[in-house]
């Protein structure tokens, strides 16, 4: 639980309490708040038969005065049942009233006062005053209280803030402990294989009887497994909103401090805490930053705290028993990188995918994302999802804000197709960069380069459908962009669709060569993304004519979904042929582009006139320009 730290109003009232009792023990009863007489009226008075009765102090004399008022006659002329009760207050107001001070002269004897006042019948209250105790509060007790008082709020505060006073406690936020918790499984789209998986996990804390009769136990532990953004967070805090228990949210990186033992200790606090809440769920975000596998790096006879955390995790997750409603749930995106003992049978039991959409969960994200957004009449969400092949949940979400923001700057009264797909290619490219200035020769040099992808992509079989022409500057370094989109999810690719998409990125290149005469540093990207699919065709998918069916990629360390991290070992005869069959791909599409472009020449200049006039083309009229594929 989150504890309130802040300055509470009980420290004032206490603060006020003590200075009452302070002031009820130093003063006397009626020496605060009285009227002060001189001596001389006093004097006068007691003589007169004015005063009813002293207290002679040290220094002073408290007293009080004869009732001269006929409280018989107020007695009577007061009727009801509250009556006694006014006349009480009447009287104290009265005695109140009656009480005065005066200071002692210094020269006055006590005979001679206490004369005076026994020959006017006036009563003397005798009090030994010793400053003994006082002194012994002032001096000792009050200064001893005070300081205790101050440290323990001090103390308090600071370790609030200060991880040196709360090293041991872990950092867990409690999201959801009711069932008001607003995530819930609808909020989540587009992984809905990962929604059945976790969907068990809510029925066992709801009716855990249901699984335990048969005697069946629910996995200890679930590891959510998935590229960044796609939404294994969101899906965590489904499961406890769905569920309606307490949901602890941490990251790994949370255990990890600069003191030895920190780690460990955190780990115990947290399971400690997570039981006495039970049932509840332990959501660990990045759990990669303590999961490691031991060993890797490992430096000899030192000391890892990292390992350290580790072990007390595979302890305490082997230390509780599931049926009490515990259930850990960890996130990666590096699963390749976790310790083999925390992925055994009895810790993480399960692990679940939460990949990338496909084209129907892209469309229901968009729907998730759109709710609270005022959509114009054009927006069409499934062609929305087409252009946004290997977008995320959270790329989408990006989208979707952007388009809003982009709606209200274009002073649209609801958000348009045109704001989502300027969105979209605003996430892809990057921003626009309108007022950069650009000398005509280099517009021109742009112009026929784009027309040159976009032809060569247009009429090659195999390639990503064209869907803009640009020569407006993007992002970083971008003078112009050929939009590229694919009409569905791919998820084989052939070898002549490789080349398509090699003759693609070269025909910007080709298109320079033909028209001006000369290249120009424009396509430095479009070359490395050529040379690497060039030699992935031969090393990796084994697309080679002198090396056919071989992979030439050591694979002992893939990475996640496909990325290879392995050490290509090759000797030097493997490494010349591949350079040499690498060389004929590339020359062989850079030929076959340039003989399309010089087939469609006539297109290929009408295309840059308009990109020169218009600085951006859509996919209708790239069709108008450039006519039937055929």
């Avoid at 008075?45 to 004399?61: A, F, M, Q, R, Y």
Wanted: hydrophobic share 40%.
């Amino acid at each position: 639980m989150k504890k309130n730290n802040r300055f509470s109003i009980y420290y004032f009232l206490g603060l006020f309490f003590m200075i009452s009792i302070m002031e009820l023990l130093f003063f006397p009863s009626g020496s605060t708040g009285n009227k002060i007489l001189s001596y001389d009226s006093f004097i006068q008075k007691i003589d007169s038969g004015k005063v009813d009765k002293v207290l002679i102090l040290n220094e002073k004399i408290v007293g009080e005065l004869k009732d001269t008022a006929n409280l018989a006659k107020e007695h009577s002329i007061t009727k009801g049942p509250t009556a006694p009760w006014r006349l009480r207050i009447k009287e104290i107001e009265e005695q109140m009233a009656r009480q005065f001070t005066v200071v002692r002269l210094p020269n006055t004897t006590d005979n001679e006062l206490l004369k005076r006042l026994l020959k006017n019948n006036v009563k003397i209250v005798g009090k030994y005053e010793s400053n003994a105790l006082k002194n012994f509060l002032l001096d000792w007790i009050l200064p001893i209280l005070f300081f205790m008082v101050l440290w323990g709020f001090i103390y308090k505060k600071m370790g609030a803030g200060n991880p040196m006073l709360s090293v041991g406690k872990n950092k867990a936020k409690i999201l959801a402990e009711t069932p008001e918790n607003p995530v819930k499984f609808d909020d989540v789209a587009g992984v809905d294989e990962a929604v059945e998986e976790v969907k068990e996990l809510v029925d066992f804390l709801k009716t855990p009887d249901k699984y335990t009769v048969l005697g069946g136990k629910l996995p200890k532990g679930v590891l959510l497994v998935g590229p960044p953004g796609t939404g294994k967070t969101l899906l965590a805090k489904a499961v406890a909103g769905e569920a309606g228990v307490p949901f602890f949210s941490l990251s790994g990186s949370d255990f990890v401090e600069m003191f030895v033992g920190v780690g460990a200790a955190r780990v115990r606090d947290l399971f400690k805490e997570a039981k006495n809440h039970a049932p509840c769920i332990i959501f660990i975000d990045e759990i990669d930053a303590i999961g490691k596998s031991r060993g890797s790096n490992a430096v000899s006879g030192g000391y890892d705290e990292r390992e350290n955390t580790l072990n007390q995790l595979l302890v305490e997750m082997d230390g509780f028993d599931a049926s009490i409603g515990v259930i850990i749930m960890g996130a990666t995106n590096r699963p390749e990188v976790l310790d083999a003992a925390l992925l055994r049978p009895g810790r993480f039991d399960r692990q679940v995918l939460v990949d990338k959409p496909d084209l129907n969960g892209r469309e229901a994200i968009f729907k998730v994302h759109t709710r609270e957004l005022t959509l114009g009449d054009d927006v069409d969400l499934h062609r929305l999802s087409a252009q946004t092949p290997g977008f995320a949940g959270a790329e989408i979400a990006n989208v979707c804000n952007e388009a809003a923001i982009l709606a209200v700057r274009n002073q649209h009264d609801s958000v348009m197709m045109s704001d989502f797909e300027e969105a979209i290619e605003r996430v892809i490219a990057g921003l626009e960069k309108k007022n950069k200035l650009i000398n005509e020769h280099e517009r021109k040099i742009v112009a026929y380069h784009e027309s040159g992808h976009a032809i060569v992509g247009y009429f090659t079989e195999g390639a990503d459908e064209v869907q803009k022409v640009s020569i407006v500057p993007r992002g970083i370094g971008a003078l112009g962009y050929t939009l590229q989109m694919p009409l569905e999810d791919r998820y084989l690719m052939s070898k002549s669709e490789l080349l398509g998409k090699i003759k693609g990125l070269l025909g910007g290149r080709a298109a320079e060569d033909i028209i001006i005469g000369e290249v120009s540093t424009g396509a430095s990207n479009d070359l490395e993304k050529v040379a690497q699919l060039a030699k992935n065709m031969i090393t990796v998918y084994g697309m080679s004519e002198k090396l056919p069916n071989i992979s030439l990629v050591n694979n002992s360390s893939p990475g996640f979904l496909g990325s290879r991290q392995g050490i290509e070992r090759r000797s030097e005869y493997l490494e010349k042929i591949i350079d040499e069959e690498v060389k004929e791909i590339v020359n062989k599409c850079y030929d076959d582009a340039k003989d399309i472009l010089r087939e469609k020449k006539e297109q290929l200049e009408k295309m840059a006139k308009i990109l020169l006039e218009k600085e951006v083309i859509d996919h209708k009229e790239i069709e108008e320009i450039l006519g039937p594929k055929a």
